[in-house]
């Protein structure tokens, strides 16, 4: 008998344990073997038995519960605790108190899946293992294990009892589902070998369950015994092939299931935690693995009621196992075993066996060496911005589209959809509609019945439908309900519109639907995390790509494997600086700056944002409207955006006509305008007025000439009034006459050259404005929102906001007391822009700093954005170029360009290929090529009164800007 009870010892401390190397071994073997051989000749009998078994607490029990643990530790020296629920801090106290107590220091366990929070509250929780299945790229899987190995180190943990290796081809499942990489078994491989590097690469041992496979059952061992009916020639193909590839790549631990498996153990209704012929002749000797083996927790219901407290536990460790988990009473299974190695049928060499595989653990993870956990900064250590990194780049690898008819998705065509968003389920989806509202208005639409919900969304011909169950927990209820199912198809098939599914629920969900033939879009979120939420969003509307597969059969239509990949249509996305090689804690100086400007009374308000890479990661919101408001400034505050309406409307159409060779660098102003045949300005070029090198004026106070001697408005040129004679809208009650727009264009062509350097001038936008205007026959406002603004999906960029978009939502930009007497808000503040019915060449552009950071990453990606080419990339780089920097001219042609000396527009740290422009109200938007990187800064800095220059003083605009370089970590 005792030949088959134990393997020769020199086999475990070989470099080779059955073919495959020791998962336990360590670089240093002969100090580790010296160790472990001067530990176990140090102890007792006793203390060799209580080496094996490794019992539960929880960090949040009573102190009577959590003391028990203690007196294990002293009276019967116990090898290891398993943590259960509670809180970090208190847990590493308790780790700490029962290490300093333990003779051999304690291997500490968790079962952390996908993270510490799987157990822990004020932990992370990682993607659960059926998103991760959904990856193809598994050095992501991989990133993520390790950040899980490095959260359980930092925690005093020793081993992850992870990853699940079971193969999940029961959809029934009720205890593995999400815990599982899906059905695929070279999937399920892939996926575990990738987790196991980085948990073991992090320090920590890992230990794949629950051997030899729980995924085929309907039924919780924690309940009942389940049964798994598979022959052994589907098991070896099926539910132990994960397991042998992953001992194959360092696997240091197997936990043994409590399952029935006739074709494994001939005993019927012998769990295969108590079968020598699974553990030992399966496991060990067959598939060669010699690494620690722990029972499944010895409490369960599925085999502590198969034999008496003590007879459970021997059993098990005549099977093969080496640690025994969560006994239900130690004393008693100690005593047990003892009387069984006094009476010979548990061996000396056979004990050795496990308490010295048990000893290379330890020594493995570093407790030859032990050191309390140190509890200072463990809650920060633990929740760290690199977590959300990592669990970001997870969620956007497994987005998986299903289904996409008539290529739908990413949506192209955004000015021609009107889309409506229904949410399902009974969690929330406020993370997913404020996505999809960054990129285009999305409306949600409520109703108790069919009847209603047609009714509604028969005005919109793109309806997408959200299923949001709840992210507590992978074994959360994840099914439709019975009236969500008949509500789907029915609106599937209204013919007024397509439909989108989104499902941030288990693929399983998508098995109770009928058919999808009537169902345009699929996308599988998997969870309904916010991150889930917001990246479902870009791979709907095209921010960021689709690379996932389904990693279990969701619907006959949707077989295991399916996934259509999409591309990009580089639209901005969304994300947190570290994403992008930058650091949130230095960026944190921006707010500072900020405030410090709201402080100093330099504005009442601003939004700022930082774009790099293709991803928003700074979009705040500071001060309020005025000074005296009760609202709050907010990311669809609208502001007057002053001059950079030069790059941002009239610049790209003159691009557009540059290449559709409409007008030329070297036209002059006499071909745009025949009228100024006759003046100085005749032989001013394109190319030098939009470097501000054409000797024209800075500018002209048009309106002073229309005011009173009291300089009030003249009622021969203003009417309080619309009419055909007075058609131009100033402001509030204040109507412009007709005939002055010819005045306008008079008074510029009577104008002298100045002398011949740079001088900054408006005027060349007035004679753009008229030529594109008169090319096209059609106002400028009209062609920008055609040719860029609508097609860029762009809802809050606009002239005259207040045709479109309540007066609340526009922030005023002066105190008018010297032209217009009243509060200018939703006004154009430039007095000539005013003058041209708020429409101005140079200035009259309103919106957001989120819309301003799309289209200068539109000019950042050459001309390219949310799948459309507005511009080539050549008649870019043509226009940010500096023509005249040999003449002290820094400009491009209508660009800002960097400084020339040690002062000018920017902070002096960005790339000579950067690009941008200020505006007077307080605005300013810098893009970067080099860097990759878009700047936003909007402010109402004239208000109350544009005689207020502390911004521009300060030179805040362009310290914010060094603050954001200075964040740039890689």
Known sequence: MRSTLYFPLFILLSFQVFGQENPLQTQDSLAQMAWVENRYNSMSLQERIGQLFMVSVASNQDKASTDNIQKLVDEEGIGGVIFLTGTPVRQAKLTNEYQSKSKIPLLIGMDAEWGLAM??????????????????????????????????????????????????????????????????????????????????AAGVLSCGKHFPGHGDTATDSHKALPIINSSREVLDSIELHPFQKVMRDGLSSVMIAHLDVPSLESREGHPSSLSKAIVTGLLQEEMGFGGLIFTDALNM????????????????????????????????????????????AITEERLALSVKKILMAKYKVGLNNYQPVKLENLHEDLNTLENDVIYEEAIEGAMTVAKNNFSLMPIRKLDNKKIAY????????????????????????????????????????LVIIGLHKSNESPWKGYKFSKNELFWME?????????????????????????????????VVAYQNSDIAQEKAAEVIFGAIGANGKLPVSAHAEFPVGTGIKQESLQRLGYSIPERVGMSSEKLALVDTLVQQGLDSLMYPGAQVLVARKGKVIYNKSFGKPTYNSDMDITEESVYDLASLTK????????????????????????????????????DVTVLKALSHYGRLPAWIAFYIDTLTKDRKPSPEFYSNNPSEAFPYKVAEHLYLTRSYKDSIHNRIGRQSLKSNRYRYSDLAYYVLKEYIEN????????????????????????????????????????????????????????????MQGGVGG???????????????????????????????????????????????????????????????????????????????????????PDAELVYVFLSNRTYPSATNTLLISSGLRTRVQQAIYDSIID
């Not at 040999?886 to 790339?911: E, M």
């Open 119 to 200: 157990r822990l509250d004020s932990t992370y929780a990682f993607p659960w293992n059926m998103t991760l299945g959904a990856i193809q790229d598994s050095t992501l899987v991989e990133k993520v294990g390790h950040q899980i190995g490095k959260h359980a180190k930092r925690l005093g943990v020793h081993i992850n009892f992870a990853p699940d290796l079971d193969v999940n081809n029961n959809p029934q499942n009720p205890i593995i589902g999400n815990r599982s990489f899906g059905e695929d078994p070279v999937n399920v491989a892939k996926k575990g070998a990738a987790f196991v590097k980085g948990m073991e």
């Open 647 to 682: 790059i941002l409307s009239t610049l790209p159409i003159i691009m557009k006509m540059e290449e559709e060779g409409k007008i030329a660098l070297n036209d002059t102003f006499k071909d745009l305008i025949p009228g100024y045949v006759d003046t100085e300005l005749k």
């Open 301 to 344: 219901k599925a085999v502590s009621q198969f034999a008496d407290e003590g007879e459970v536990e021997l059993e098990a460790f005549l099977a093969g196992n080496d640690m025994l988990l969560m006994p239900e009473n130690v004393s008693k299974a100690k005593e047990r075993l003892m009387l069984a190695y006094n009476e010979g």
């Open 490 to 522: 029915e609106i599937s098939r209204l013919r007024t519109s397509n439909t989108i599914l989104a499902l941030f629920a288990k693929p399983y969900a998508l098995l109770d639907v009928v058919n999808f033939d009537t169902m345009d879009g699929v």
């Open 422 to 461: 229904v949410q399902f389920g009974d969690d929330s989806g406020s993370i997913f509609l404020e996505t999809m509202n960054k990129y285009y208005k999305v409306t949600q639409i409520k109703a108790k019945d069919i009847a209603a919900y047609k009714n509604e969304l028969a005005n919109y011909n």
């Open 842 to 928: 140079h200035a009259g552009l309103f919106s957001t700093a989120n819309e301003v950071a799309k289209i200068m990453q539109m000019y950042l990606q050459g001309g390219f954005y949310g799948g459309e080419r507005f511009l080539n990339e050549r008649t870019i780089k043509k226009f940010n170029t500096c023509y005249f920097c040999n003449n002290d001219v820094r400009r491009g042609v209508g660009f800002d360009k960097p400084q020339l000396g040690s002062s000018g527009p920017t902070c002096g740290c960005v790339s000579r290929k950067s690009f941008g422009h200020s505006g007077f109200t307080g605005t300013f938007t810098w893009a970067d």
């Open 775 to 834: 090319t096209y026959q059609r106002p400028i406002n009209e062609l920008a929102d055609d040719f860029f603004y609508k097609p860029m999906g762009l809802q809050r960029t606009m002239f005259n906001p207040l045709k479109k978009i309540p007066k609340e939502e526009i922030v005023p930009s002066e105190e008018d007391d010297y032209y217009r007497y009243q509060t200018v808000q939703g006004y154009v503040h430039d007095m000539g822009a005013a």
